[in-house]
């Protein structure tokens, strides 16, 4: 595909736009940035199974809750572990059970591999809330955030939002771009044959039980590092960051945005959460609203909003 | 000549019933083999069982020397086996160049590298228009392949089929569909691109049969009636009243 300068100069400034996004706006707004770029590489995770491997999982908030736990309890029992490698762990903790528990689910489809993948989250949940020695149940573990320390930079004080801001975007942003190039290669065209036509993906040579375990392997792995981000965020990390309501978030993240879209599901995300703070400060009962937007994209805007930006077809478009 | 393909004694029966019931088949390198029966005959299942798709319940399948029976389609495809299906079975949403390249990677053994970008690969690139040329879809190749025609979504098919080069091609009806005159380009172009290679050909229609293959074998509700040549098939007593006689 052909770059247009145009195009290049309209990334360039939203990049600009993001870097100086704490010069410009209240530390309030800051907040908001930060959850919706953790949310945008949770979505974008899950549409990497959604949108392009064909896979719809209703658990997914399996692996989100496994980083963030991984990190929590690594940030209040092993002191001095340095963040960077707090966030890598919790990101492996969504790999490897993403890979054990992919290799039961993938073997199913369509509807199965829904419930399936539910049921494992449903597991999860029920050990993050009845293993209350260790995870504390619904009352959750709370712990201060801890200093980022940078060669040549040294001590970042987390405390400080803005830099916790820049540490979500330069992480999110390496999973995201990351996914997208996965999508350029051979592997990510694999993964749309499979969405595209699994029995003739087969008889190419392609081995789609492998094809849809790696895909649900790097989705988990991103899918942790979200977590571990959003505990290191909000400080503390309960069971509703495994729960069924945060397994649909992304399902509604993608919707809204668009899972045709590469970017679909990073403008659903901040679509779901821009919306959320703004109809919460009014009224109580936002859920309603939201609920009701979703209601009108699935009947009338089915390719999300991206569709909106998007005229073309584009051929790895979902459902 | 020597044989490439070794059915023996093949059974399948899918929950009591028995589509196939001891069937041995023997394909020479080179040859076009043609497998025709009447409807429900099992000459689907036992492509699909050749392939892959389904395990046999018993009896085995024989590639040159090696044992393929129960293995993985994906497995089958990669020893140089590839088929094409009577309901066309291609990627829908990508175009044609993206459905022939997606086959190309899997000829080179590129499927799992996730380290290089696949839009910048020359070599898969010419390999990928060199058989869009050879299938005359040059002029479709950036059209999604549920936009096009029937009649090219059959080549897109054969496309396919063709691009990992295989050793032994099976076509499972590749005129269905098509008319008189699509029938007689679709003989010639299945002819040239079969030179010198193995066919296995599942076919209905007897023009096609008698204008391609060397040997025909003769399937009847599960077992084997005739095999022979196209002339000592319709010179065969029992296939005439079994299969041929009713036209």
């Not at chain 1, 829904?114 to 573990?141: C, H, K, P």
């Amino acid at each position: 595909m052909r770059h247009l300068p145009l195009r290049r100069l309209a990334w360039l400034l939203f990049a600009a736009f993001l870097v100086l996004f704490p010069s410009l706006f209240r530390e309030i707004r800051v907040h908001i940035a930060t959850e919706v770029l953790t949310y945008a590489l949770f979505a974008v995770s899950f549409n990497l199974l959604f949108g392009y491997t064909g896979l719809l999982p209703f658990g997914h908030a399996g692996f989100f809750g496994l980083g963030a736990y991984a990190a929590a309890l690594i940030i209040s029992h092993i002191h001095g572990m340095p963040v960077l490698v707090t966030l890598l762990v919790g990101a492996l903790a969504g790999f490897v059970a993403a890979i054990i528990i992919g290799s039961v689910c993938v073997r199913l489809s369509g509807a199965y591999f829904a419930l399936i993948s539910l049921s494992f989250q449903m597991f999860l949940f029920a050990v993050a809330y009845e293993w209350r020695s260790v995870t504390n149940g619904d009352d959750g573990m709370s712990f201060v955030r801890p200093d980022l320390y940078l060669p040549l930079l040294g001590k970042i004080s987390l405390q400080n939002f803005n830099n916790l801001y820049y540490l979500t975007l330069v992480l999110a942003s390496m999973g995201i771009i990351g996914c997208y190039f996965v999508l350029k290669t051979p592997l990510g065209n694999a993964m749309v044959c499979v969405r595209e036509k699994d029995v003739r993906a087969s008889f190419l040579g392609y081995n789609v039980f492998l094809v849809k375990l790696t895909a649900f392997a790097i989705s988990g792995l991103m899918a942790g590092l979200a977590g571990g981000l959003f505990a290191i965020y909000q400080e503390v990390v309960a069971t509703t960051c495994i729960d069924n309501n945060m397994s649909m978030i992304p399902v509604l993240m993608v919707v809204i945005g668009g899972p045709s879209h590469f970017l679909g599901p990073v403008l659903g995300a901040a679509f779901y959460v821009v919306l959320q703070d703004w109809i919460s400060s009014m009224t109580g009962y936002w859920m309603i609203i939201m609920g009701a937007i979703f209601v009108l994209i699935i009947l009338y805007l089915q390719g999300g909003l991206a569709s909106l930006f998007t005229s073309s077809r584009v051929w790895r478009g979902g459902e | 000549m020597r044989t490439i393909l070794k059915v023996d004694h093949l059974f399948k029966d899918f929950s009591g019933l028995e589509v196939l019931a001891g069937v041995s088949i023997e394909i020479r390198e080179g040859e076009r083999h043609a497998v025709i029966g009447p409807n429900g005959s099992g000459k689907t299942t036992l492509f699909n069982i050749i392939t892959g798709l389904y395990r046999p319940s018993h009896g085995r399948i024989y590639f040159f020397d090696k044992d393929i029976s129960g293995w993985p389609a994906h497995r089958i495809a990669r020893t140089g086996i590839s088929r094409s299906f009577q309901v066309i079975n291609v990627f829908p949403k990508m175009t044609v160049y993206e459905n022939v390249r997606s086959a190309v990677v899997s000829k080179f053994n590129r499927r799992f590298n996730w380290v290089s970008l696949l839009d910048r690969d020359k070599p898969i690139e010419e390999e990928t228009f060199r058989i869009i040329e050879l299938l005359s879809l040059t002029d479709v190749s950036d059209v999604p392949a549920f936009e096009l025609s029937y009649g090219k979504q059959r080549h897109l098919e054969l496309a396919l089929t063709m691009s990992r080069e295989p050793v032994l091609i099976m076509l499972d009806e590749p005129t269905a569909g098509l008319n008189s005159e699509e029938t007689k380009g679709a003989i010639q172009l299945i002819r040239r691109l079969t030179e010198g290679k193995t066919l296995l050909l599942v076919e209905h229609d007897m023009d096609v049969v008698f204008n391609l293959a060397d040997r025909v074998t003769v399937l009847g509700y599960g077992t084997i009636l005739a095999t022979g040549t196209p002339d000592e098939i319709q010179a065969h007593e029992e296939v005439k009243k079994a299969y041929l006689g009713r036209k």
